[in-house]
């Protein structure tokens, strides 16, 4: 269920969570691009496209035989449910798309910021992480207030210049401002690039893991039946400044 401060942060504008956005910045290699936020409702019907075709090219043969296969009416559903808001990487920046404009209607005399849809083609699509807000079940009674991260993806072309890191420190950023647990993220095992990027960034198993809550387990002698292994591994990070 969904706490105060959850549907606070689902309600909360992108200019209200990441008011520095959208920003540019250039590549190692002297290319320009830009970050925006970008709720998934404001994405134009070819900017999802773009989403969907990077996801499947870097996740289909890794998800295909796991815990987690999906056909792309179950992927669109997931990827863009109402929800979901995406942290884009966009070469060349295209700021106009997803500056906010004030209007005004008869419902709202004082005017009300709308979002232009974002669009852009899958060639100008860097990479993105898909995110939402929600609450996470722990080993105590209480659930913890979490951003989920549920994508990070890049392009073949623009890897190894840190806009993976990119992505997450904007993204724990705006965890860190709404006063929110933890980030949290479900990674396969046969991902190991993956979660050793993770895992490079501060992120651990977390209580909840399967794997690790099974290796902390005390081991029965007389148990016959061996635990299944799950083919993913729950990570988190905290939230909260040390």
Do not use: H, W
């Amino acid at each position: 269920m969904a706490t105060p401060k959850i549907r606070s942060a689902n309600a909360a504008s992108t200019s209200i969570l990441a008011p520095e956005l959208p920003q540019t910045d250039k590549l190692k290699e002297g290319r320009s691009y830009e970050i925006s936020l970008v709720k998934s409702e404001n994405l134009s019907k070819k900017a999802q496209d773009s989403i969907f075709k990077l996801f499947d090219e870097n996740m289909y043969d890794l998800q295909k035989t796991s815990s987690f296969p999906y056909t792309e009416q179950s992927k669109r559903e997931e990827l863009f449910d109402q929800d979901a808001r995406y942290i884009i990487l966009l070469s060349p920046p295209q700021s106009l798309s997803s500056t906010p404009i004030p209007i005004v209607n008869g419902n709202n005399k004082k005017g009300k910021a709308k979002e232009i849809p974002m669009d852009f083609d899958y060639d100008n699509l860097l990479g993105f992480c898909g995110f939402r807000f929600d609450t996470e079940e722990t080993l105590s009674s209480r659930d913890a207030e979490v951003v989920y991260c549920y994508e990070v993806q890049l392009s073949i072309k623009c890897r190894g210049q840190g806009l993976g890191k990119r992505l997450l420190d904007i993204l724990e950023e705006i965890g860190r401002k709404r006063g929110l647990d933890k980030v949290m993220l479900t990674c396969l095992k046969s991902n190991e690039s993956a979660l050793a990027f993770y895992t490079k960034q501060g992120y651990i198993p977390d209580e909840i893991d399967p794997t690790r809550i099974n290796e902390q387990e005390p081991v029965d002698d007389d148990e016959e039946e061996e635990e299944e292994e799950v083919d993913y591994r729950i990570l988190s990070k905290s939230s909260k400044r040390i």
